[in-house]
């Protein structure tokens, strides 16, 4: 028992490796809240990261009801990053992490705001409704996604955010974390490459997401479409490719 504990202790400080540590106390549950050296406040996205994994599948199915039936844990999170928004200090990485996570966490408390939906289509306004108040701000999902994190030069954040739709890139199980973040967005843009339902793609020809319609200038910042696609594509694309666009399924994505 004794060297279970210790190999416990070990694991746990391998994966949150800061040297002061600040409990904020809820009424149910403490949540880590970690200081650096620099007394810098960072957050785990611990308890975000146990939702995930109790409510979404590893194919990106979501369990809305349980979301639904656990409104504490969902509430618990946005509040942690109510308190605790990004400043100057933080990294990129830091930022980034932290604002997928809460568009996604905040998507999902709008849809279950609204349960039972068949489609976010249905909700007046979706992305447009200003209902969290994050530090002294309140924010909606649009301007999340088009005031901050597309203006952080980091396309593949469209292949991690969720618009709880079917033909969404799929809804990770696992919390993104500023120490692994530049790993889970290629998995995550590789994912959603070789995904035959969101994407076709053969040599010379491509069936691909209307997402890259929307959001091409984000795309072709360094290249062409068919340069950034073959960065994470498995099959090679030719650059005369021919392409076309698959029709978006708003379907909720559970």
Known sequence: ?????????????????????????????QTLVYKKDTEKTFITHQLWHELLQKYVSKNGNVNYK????????????????????????????????????????????????????????????????RLWKLGDKMYNLDEIEHQILRKMNEPRIHFAIVCASYSC??????????????TQLTIASKEFLTDINRNEISKNS?????IFDWFSKDFTKKGTLIDFLNQYSEIKI???????????????NE
Do not use: H
């Not at 060297?3 to 409990?23: E, G």
């Not at 966490?105 to 409704?129: C, E, F, H, M």
């Not at 890139?169 to 530049?182: M, R």
């Open 169 to 182: 890139p799929k809804l990770q199980n696992t919390a993104f974390t500023a120490q692994n973040i530049e």
């Open 1 to 29: 028992m004794k060297s279970l504990f210790i190999i416990s202790i070990v694991s746990f400080l391998c994966f949150f490796p800061y040297s002061k540590t600040v409990l904020s106390s809820t009424p149910q549950k």
């Open 66 to 129: 349980g979301f639904n039936a656990n409104k504490q844990k969902l509430q618990e999170y946005i509040t942690i990053l109510a308190q605790n928004t990004p400043n100057t200090s933080w990294s990129k990485e830091e930022k980034l992490a932290y604002w997928i996570n809460a568009y996604n966490a905040l998507t999902i408390d709008l849809i279950t705001r609204n349960y039972p939906v068949k489609s976010i289509k249905d909700i007046k306004k979706p992305w447009g409704q």
């Open 238 to 252: 030719a650059p005369n490719a021919k392409k076309q666009y698959k029709d978006y399924n708003w379907a909720l």
């Open 206 to 210: 491509i069936k691909i997401s209307k």
